[in-house]
């Protein structure tokens, strides 16, 4: 793919970064991970206190692309056959029939994931990772481009599960949504409200359109330094005496594809030390476990990204 074709293919994708910024006021930096999610073909989780848009930029993202869509809210009674489907015997036919749940969409909202249970919760793992659900050993594929957007409250707050590891490595991209600086928060009590203008949100892109900027995702160009600049980081996660699980060989292929993702929204076709720099806290920071004997007194969370920049920081970027 020639530098031309790339950046004017790449200029669709950002009309998309440009339509969640009319509504997600302030964050221009989590748009940017939502749409690399989009662009590498992952998943994307969005954590954060409640109230400051993590509801909204799912919605956002789905209104912004011309696919099916589902709202699913998580609730610690539901089960897994509430996302997935059941099926269900017809005396007419006599025979089971199965009827398809709300997993059977392009663009899944599993909203405040964490306030189901775990069980509830890996009924995902399948769907997420293969692009198909498994039910009374017959398998029935999802539509495609399929893309979930979860969100979730920090695992501290009352009446929550925290997503095991099998089930976080399925995450391409873990965005974080702090509040809003002063400005931007002043901007948006003067602007309409964010609910109005998701009603007025109009599609950028088509199903048949994120599947072809997908394909063009990969064929942007990686230099083997990059490459061995990847792999370095990750094998010091693993070697690091301070964290007792570090990144797998999945969280490595995930840097790689959405560094590719990054490049292309830019408008290149080749990657740089930047565009993985970039993207090292939001795709391996969750994918890591801290050791317990860490001393320190910030959230998991925050100790891991902590530990990830250490390491950045000692590593050489190549030239």
């Known amino acids: 793919m020639s530098a031309e074709i790339a950046s004017a293919v790449s200029h669709r994708a950002a009309q998309l970064e440009v339509a969640l910024r009319r509504v997600i006021r302030g964050k221009d930096d989590i748009i940017q991970l939502a749409v690399v999610s989009l662009l590498a073909g992952g998943h994307l989780l969005i954590e954060g206190v409640p109230g400051v848009g993590k509801t909204t930029l799912g919605q956002a993202l789905a209104r912004a692309l011309d696919c099916s869509f589902q709202r699913v809210q998580f609730t610690s009674d539901m089960l897994p056959s509430d996302v997935l489907g059941i099926s269900i015997y017809s005396a007419i036919e006599q025979q089971f029939e199965f009827k398809r749940g709300p997993v059977f969409t392009h663009v899944l909202l599993?909203?405040?994931?964490?306030?189901?249970?775990?069980?509830?919760?890996?009924?995902?793992?399948?769907?997420?990772?293969?692009?198909?659900?498994?039910?009374?050993?017959?398998?029935?594929?999802?539509?495609?481009?399929?893309?979930?957007?979860?969100?979730?409250?920090p695992v501290e707050h009352h009446g929550t599960y925290p997503l095991p590891e099998s089930q976080l490595d399925r995450f391409?991209?873990?965005?974080?949504?702090?509040?809003?600086?002063?400005?931007?928060?002043?901007?948006?009590?003067?602007?309409?409200?964010?609910?109005?203008?998701?009603?007025?949100?109009?599609?950028?892109?088509?199903?048949?359109?994120?599947?072809?900027?997908?394909?063009?995702?990969?064929?942007?160009?990686?230099?083997?330094?990059?490459?061995?600049?990847?792999?370095?980081?990750?094998?010091?996660?693993?070697?690091?005496?301070?964290?007792?699980?570090?990144?797998?060989?999945?969280?490595?292929?995930?840097?790689?594809?959405?560094?590719?993702?990054?490049?292309?929204?830019?408008?290149?076709?080749?990657?740089?030390?930047?565009d993985f720099k970039r993207l090292v806290l939001p795709?391996?920071?969750?994918?890591?476990?801290?050791?317990?004997?860490?001393?320190?007194?910030?959230?998991?969370?925050?100790?891991?990204?902590?530990?990830?920049?250490?390491?950045?920081?000692?590593?050489?970027?190549?030239v």
């Open 110 to 153: 599993a909203d405040e994931i964490n306030r189901t249970t775990p069980k509830t919760q890996s009924a995902l793992l399948e769907a997420m990772n293969e692009g198909q659900i498994t039910m009374d050993a017959h398998s029935y594929p999802l539509p495609q481009p399929f893309l979930v957007i979860a969100t979730q409250n």
């Open 172 to 274: 391409l991209i873990r965005a974080r949504m702090g509040y809003p600086d002063r400005e931007a928060e002043r901007e948006i009590l003067r602007s309409e409200a964010g609910s109005a203008k998701l009603e007025t949100m109009r599609p950028v892109l088509s199903a048949a359109e994120v599947m072809e900027l997908q394909q063009a995702v990969k064929q942007v160009r990686v230099d083997e330094s990059l490459i061995q600049y990847a792999l370095t980081i990750a094998k010091r996660t693993r070697e690091s005496e301070h964290l007792s699980l570090g990144v797998s060989p999945r969280g490595s292929q995930m840097l790689y594809r959405a560094a590719q993702a990054m490049a292309f929204l830019a408008g290149r076709n080749f990657c740089t030390p930047e």
């Open 283 to 318: 795709v391996f920071a969750h994918r890591i476990v801290v050791n317990s004997a860490y001393g320190s007194t910030l959230r998991k969370s925050e100790q891991a990204e902590q530990l990830l920049r250490e390491i950045l920081e000692s590593t050489p970027v190549p």
